[in-house]
């Protein structure tokens, strides 16, 4: 693009206060102020005889940094001679070219409503157009480079069965509508590619349908991107140091994909946006991780690692709640009791298997929200009754209530939130100070995580 300068209204003018040569560089006129400021352009004499010079700053009514010449030819000016910021024919031209530049890039966008390009590694041949299945392409990198940078159409990418030994990269592309990457049907096993980069791609992309073999690379790496659809993907080459898909400040939804023997099978990275459904896989370091401000929201499986979960640095993963509802059967609490056990005999619901026995082992860390009823039948009103949580055989909280009298029930509640740490053990005991026995029902409890930042 060529440099384009303000023009200045009715082009005010002003004159040479002082004789000039054709070389002079500094220039002192009356009155700069009817000038561009800073950075400018100005015209010296007017009609056949003048002269257009550029100029980089003005100091007390000089300008300064003077190209002499820039249009018309460096003269000698005498002083009272006119200056002026005039349109002059750099103007035009500048504007000619900038306009003509920008015509040649908008001719470079697709306007048609879809694209689809065939990839046969077994039978295919660059020299193909790729529009057909007998025509394809032999590489998905000569599939990519016909795609233009800026498009309004969907562009597809379909591979034929065969192994296609490249490590993919579609970077720096500006779309309307989605860009698929995918096998031509559900078999993964038919489509074998050594690894997937997108980076700064802008609006939806898709990646179905294919195995990544890649054990030196990520698997699939998302960099700046955004509404990104991963499915049905099988990434199997082992490596400890690479993750299976990775992502710097994207966005993806990741749904039935099995990812195993990797570094981390899925890591959030840097502000990104994950929603995992469905997806399976073993033998990785981790299986999940949320970092920098990342998060990850969960619905069903993920892939499983010697650690499961990581969200270190402001991470957040969220979904597959760990929630455990118990309720016991009537009981007697004796009197004077010293603190009982609420015996545990109906399993409401336990969505990590959490319960053991009378008591509930944590098996993710996170705060956890703690409900808890108690119902006690005729606690006179000169009575307590204390209902405890406790953690590893140590109180935790407590709430403590008087009773309502006899033939009333009392109702003693707890709702309160805790940090809890994998490998926590919770039991829940009720104490009553009458000295007579009273009978208690419909007790029950309540364990939900609610997040994961001990912050």
């Not at 990269?169 to 049907?185: C, F």
Request: overall charge negative; proline content about 3%.
């Amino acid at each position: 693009m060529e440099k384009m300068y303000p023009p200045v209204v009715n082009s005010p003018r002003t004159e040479l206060s002082e004789l000039i040569t054709s070389t002079q560089t500094e220039i002192k006129v009356t009155n700069a102020a009817v000038l561009l400021q800073g950075e400018g352009i100005a015209v010296i004499g007017n009609g056949d005889v003048a002269e257009t010079i550029t100029y980089t700053n003005i100091e007390d009514n000089t300008l300064k940094g003077c190209v002499r010449g820039f249009e018309g030819v460096a003269r000698a000016w005498a002083s009272g001679a006119v200056v002026a910021r005039n349109f002059t024919a750099s103007d035009l031209r500048a504007a000619q070219h900038n306009i003509e530049d920008l015509d040649d890039k908008l001719r470079g966008m697709e306007l048609t409503d879809a694209y689809v390009y065939y990839v046969d590694a077994v039978n295919g041949s660059d020299s193909n157009d790729g529009l057909t299945k007998a025509k394809a392409f032999k590489t998905i990198a000569k599939a990519v480079s016909v795609m233009k940078p800026i498009s309004l159409s969907r562009f597809s990418i379909v591979l034929l069965p065969g192994t296609y030994d490249e490590d993919v990269e579609i970077k720096h592309k500006l779309r309307a509508q989605t860009l698929e990457l995918k096998g031509e049907t559900e078999d993964t096993s038919l489509y074998k590619v050594r690894s997937v980069t997108l980076d700064n791609f802008t609006n939806r992309a898709g990646i179905y349908n294919l195995t990544i073999t890649t054990t030196e690379k990520v698997g699939i790496s998302l960099v700046y991107c955004n509404r990104t659809l991963i499915e049905n993907v099988v990434i199997e080459g082992v490596s400890t140091s690479q993750h299976g898909i990775s992502s710097y400040d994207a966005n993806a939804r990741i749904v039935n994909c099995k990812i195993s023997n990797r570094n981390i099978g899925i890591a959030a990275d840097a502000r990104s946006w994950f929603y995992i459904e469905n997806c399976t896989g073993s033998g990785n370091v981790t299986g999940i991780q949320s970092q920098l401000g990342s998060i990850i929201v969960v619905a069903g499986t993920v892939p499983k690692g010697a650690t499961d979960e990581k969200s270190p640095l402001s991470g957040q993963i969220f979904g597959n709640t760990p929630f455990v509802y118990l309720r016991s059967g009537g009981y007697t609490l004796p009197a004077n009791s010293t603190p009982t056990d609420v015996p545990v005999t109906t399993v409401m619901e336990d969505s990590y298997s959490m319960r053991d026995g009378n008591t509930v082992v944590i098996n993710k860390s996170g705060w956890y929200h703690i409900n808890s009823l108690v119902t006690i039948e005729s606690l006179p009103n000169t009575k307590i009754a204390d209902l405890t949580v406790q953690k590893n055989g140590a109180n935790l909280t407590s709430r403590q209530g008087v009773g309502l009298g006899t033939g009333l029930v009392t109702f003693l509640t707890l709702d309160d939130q805790q940090y809890l740490v994998a490998g926590d053990v919770i039991s829940f005991k009720v104490f009553q100070s009458d000295s007579v026995d009273h009978n208690v029902y419909n007790t029950q409890m309540r364990l939900t995580c609610i997040g994961q930042r001990r912050t």
